[in-house]
């Protein structure tokens, strides 16, 4: 290591796209000792539920006060780092903080951390900047909870291989709570994490770690109106030391992003919260990496999906072996637009769903995450026609959520009485997030999306 970045060694291309396409091949794993397993008393556990509740409300008073105060950004306090489609992660300004602070008696900068707390970070460190997150995506709650859900080691790989999380090295240290069949999105635990850094200015970058506590779930509001949160706070205990000694340098994070239906297939996120990187890294180099991984959260949606194909190739694996045999023996057209494809056999393709041929004009292909088993994924680009891309779409998530999140001591659906039900399933899915949407009164800020 030659230290960390100055003004005068920077003569790289530091944007948040440059960023995420540039990571470390040869991620940096820590020693598993070094890390000591961390055994939470009662008390400790009680400490973090507490926190995360009230982190969670905070959050929401946050996100309302945003809504009544018309849901616009003031570029004059906000400056965007980086943006992925229709969501934008934003710092604040430097100009702006200090105003900002004479109104902290009222409202906190940050969903996560009391006033004192975030004080004392910005006194005693340059690094530290107060974050939002806010946007639309095209999808459902539940979409949003199923694709970013993390609550165990293989729900994690896979979230990070859809959401193009990028991760030295990764472990849950605590699960305090479960997923069960009543909320299967439900986590909250202890965990830690190592961000690559990008291979080309690791030699001037020291790797910086991160421990959280983490809570997930969907709940109602005082309105009775439902919302999905997912919360992750820097967290600091005895037993895991920061790893000094290895070169590492400790991130201080704390956001909560809060998400809303507001339309039968889109959902609204808003998020407040502090990215403190340490160290002597340029800030604008730090949270631009941060930055990066903030806006992951605009691929949990397309995640969902992808963990949804997945799920429907092994369900329908009988289904698909006998109407591939079928279309070999009657079928010498395109399923959907009956092009004839006898003699063009080698330009059609197979859904890896439903098992029958189609045209190249009637499949798309889509990249899944077929092996979880190993430490490094496996994934590959698969066929599929637009039918079961439909199908995978308005699925609902929470009935694989319970097949495949909830553990396995739990009651499972049956497959097939599971795959019967889908369009009713679908509808009733439909139905609620309808009601949902109804619920909204121009008091509550609809018209501020």
């Known amino acids: 290591m030659l230290g960390e970045l100055t003004p005068?060694?920077?003569?790289?291309?530091?944007?948040?796209?440059?960023?995420?396409?540039?990571?470390?091949?040869?991620?940096?794993?820590?020693p598993s000792n070094a890390l000591p397993?961390?055994?939470?008393t009662p008390t400790e556990e009680r400490e973090i539920l507490d926190k995360t509740d009230l982190m969670v409300h905070n959050a929401l008073l946050l996100e309302r006060e945003f809504h009544r105060q018309g849901g616009r950004i003031d570029g004059k306090e906000w400056k965007e780092i980086t943006s992925v489609d229709n969501f934008y992660v934003y710092r604040q300004r430097r100009s702006a903080q200090g105003s900002s602070e004479r109104r902290r008696a009222s409202m906190s900068y940050s969903s996560t951390c009391t006033s004192t707390e975030e004080e004392d970070m910005a006194a005693t460190s340059r690094n530290y900047s107060p974050v939002m997150c806010a946007g639309f995506l095209e999808g459902t709650l539940d979409d949003f909870l199923f694709g970013s859900f993390d609550g165990d080691e293989r729900s994690w790989k896979l979230r990070a291989a859809y959401m193009k999380d990028?991760?030295?090295?990764?472990?849950?240290?605590?699960?305090?709570?479960?997923?069960?069949?009543?909320?299967?999105?439900?986590?909250?635990?202890?965990?830690?994490?190592?961000?690559?850094?990008?291979?080309?200015?690791?030699?001037?970058?020291?790797?910086?770690d991160t421990f959280v506590m983490e809570s997930t779930g969907m709940a109602k509001d005082e309105?009775?109106?439902?919302?999905?949160?997912?919360?992750?706070?820097?967290?600091?205990?005895?037993q895991l030391p920061e790893l000094t000694e290895f070169g590492i340098i400790r991130n201080r994070?704390?956001?909560?992003?809060?998400?809303?239906?507001?339309?039968?297939d889109r959902i609204y996120i808003h998020a407040r919260g502090y990215v403190n990187v340490g160290g002597d890294v340029i800030r604008t180099v730090g949270l631009a990496?941060?930055?990066?991984?903030?806006?992951?959260?605009?691929?949990?949606?397309?995640?969902?999906?992808?963990?949804?194909?997945?799920?429907?190739i092994a369900k329908t694996r009988d289904q698909r072996r006998l109407a591939q045999t079928q279309a070999r023996l009657h079928s010498h057209a395109c399923r959907s637009c009956q092009k004839g494809i006898?003699?063009?056999?080698?330009?059609?393709?197979?859904?890896?769903?439903?098992?029958?041929?189609?045209?190249?004009?009637?499949?798309?292909?889509?990249?899944?995450?077929?092996?979880?088993?190993?430490?490094?994924?496996?994934?590959k680009a698969l066929s599929f026609c637009y039918g079961c891309v439909i199908q995978a779409k308005v699925y609902p998530a929470r009935e694989i959520a319970l097949d495949t999140i909830v553990p396995?001591?739990?009651?499972?659906?049956?497959?097939?009485?599971?795959?019967?039900?889908?369009?009713?399933?679908?509808?009733?899915?439909?139905?609620?997030?309808?009601?949902?949407?109804?619920?909204?009164?121009?008091?509550?800020?609809?018209?501020?999306?």
């Open 8 to 30: 005068g060694l920077l003569s790289i291309s530091t944007s948040p796209v440059w960023l995420a396409a540039h990571s470390a091949e040869d991620a940096m794993k820590i």
């Open 37 to 40: 397993q961390l055994q939470l």
């Open 166 to 208: 990028k991760f030295a090295d990764s472990r849950i240290f605590s699960k305090i709570v479960r997923p069960t069949p009543q909320d299967p999105y439900r986590f909250v635990g202890v965990k830690w994490f190592a961000i690559e850094v990008p291979a080309i200015i690791d030699s001037f970058l020291y790797m910086r």
């Open 223 to 238: 309105d009775g109106v439902p919302y999905a949160y997912f919360l992750f706070h820097d967290y600091n205990h005895p």
């Open 253 to 264: 994070v704390s956001i909560c992003f809060i998400a809303r239906q507001i339309a039968p």
């Open 289 to 312: 990496v941060a930055g990066v991984s903030l806006a992951s959260t605009a691929n949990s949606i397309e995640a969902s999906y992808g963990k949804k194909l997945s799920w429907l």
């Open 342 to 379: 006898g003699k063009l056999l080698s330009r059609s393709s197979v859904c890896h769903v439903c098992g029958f041929s189609f045209c190249s004009k009637c499949t798309v292909n889509r990249k899944i995450v077929i092996d979880v088993s190993s430490i490094e994924l496996t994934s």
């Open 408 to 449: 396995s001591t739990m009651s499972r659906r049956d497959t097939a009485s599971t795959l019967s039900r889908r369009d009713m399933g679908s509808r009733r899915d439909t139905v609620a997030r309808t009601k949902s949407f109804d619920s909204w009164s121009p008091g509550k800020s609809l018209g501020a999306y």
